[in-house]
T-cell receptor
Framework: QQQVKQSPQSLIVQKGGISIINCAYE??????FPWYQQFPGKGPALLIA?????SEKKEGRFTISFNKSAKQFSLHIMDSQPGDSATYFC?????????????FGKGTHLIIQP | DGGITQSPKYLFRKEGQNVTLSCEQN?????MYWYRQDPGQGLRLIYY???????QKGDIAEGYSVSREKKESFPLTVTSAQKNPTAFYLC?????????????FGQGTRLTVV
């Protein structure tokens, strides 16, 4: 059972454009929604995270939009740069304070063309 | 520097062999996790541990075993019972509390069956 569905699987965006990646979840017990960035051969690193008590969180060029009623959240990368080319994973964590790990989407391979 | 160290970076296993992947953290985190990453599959949870001498099965624990004899260490053994062990293995750790916090990942071990 796939509890976090991520789309698209791959995405090509021109430099300076907006990259948008979407995720949907099923389990209403999730209360933590992070996005991770992974470069080839490296471990994922936290990019930005949101909790369900807010609908949007912005950090620099990265914004998470969260729709609790639709059980969806998305990552927007403004002014996309070639250095943003990476694989992005959305994830969801339960209300156990991190005790039982995160459930990840399948990832989006993002390419920013110069 | 604080962080998570995984070793080796590359590992080759012959059919029928058990191999052990090392994971050490100096972040003083209580929780540690092992994930498996396959192309297009995201990260899937193998085992997790909240305290020393205790661990729980994740979604794909069959063919794997772990131990947690020290807070800093959480080695993963890939046994001969794991029929398709070729993958990228990621270890992570996090603080345990009432809410989820960032999970920090190591740089991964790429295991190949030869």
């Amino acid at each position: 059972q796939q509890q976090v569905k991520q789309s698209p699987q791959s995405l090509i965006v021109q430099k300076g454009g907006i990259s948008i990646i979407n995720c949907a979840y099923e389990n209403t017990a999730f209360d933590y929604f992070p996005w991770y960035q992974q470069f080839p051969g490296k471990g994922p690193a936290l990019l930005i995270a949101i909790r369900p008590d807010v609908s949007e969180k912005k950090e620099g060029r990265f914004t998470i939009s969260f729709n609790k009623s639709a059980k969806q959240f998305s990552l927007h990368i403004m002014d996309s740069q070639p250095g943003d080319s990476a694989t992005y994973f959305c994830a969801a964590g339960g209300s156990g304070g991190g005790a039982d790990g995160l459930t990840f989407g399948k990832g989006t391979h993002l390419i920013i063309q110069p | 520097d604080g962080g998570i160290t995984q070793s080796p970076k590359y590992l080759f296993r012959k059919e029928g062999q058990n191999v052990t992947l090392s994971c050490e953290q100096n972040l003083n985190h209580d929780a540690m996790y092992w994930y498996r990453q396959d192309p297009g599959q995201g990260l899937r949870l193998i085992y997790y541990s909240q305290i020393v001498n205790d661990f729980q099965k994740g979604d794909i624990a069959e063919g794997y075993s772990v131990s947690r004899e020290k807070k800093e260490s959480f080695p993963l053994t890939v046994t001969s019972a794991q029929k398709n062990p070729t993958a990228f293995y990621l270890c992570a750790s996090s603080i345990l509390g009432t809410v989820n916090t960032e999970a920090f990942f190591g740089q991964g071990t790429r295991l190949t069956v030869v």
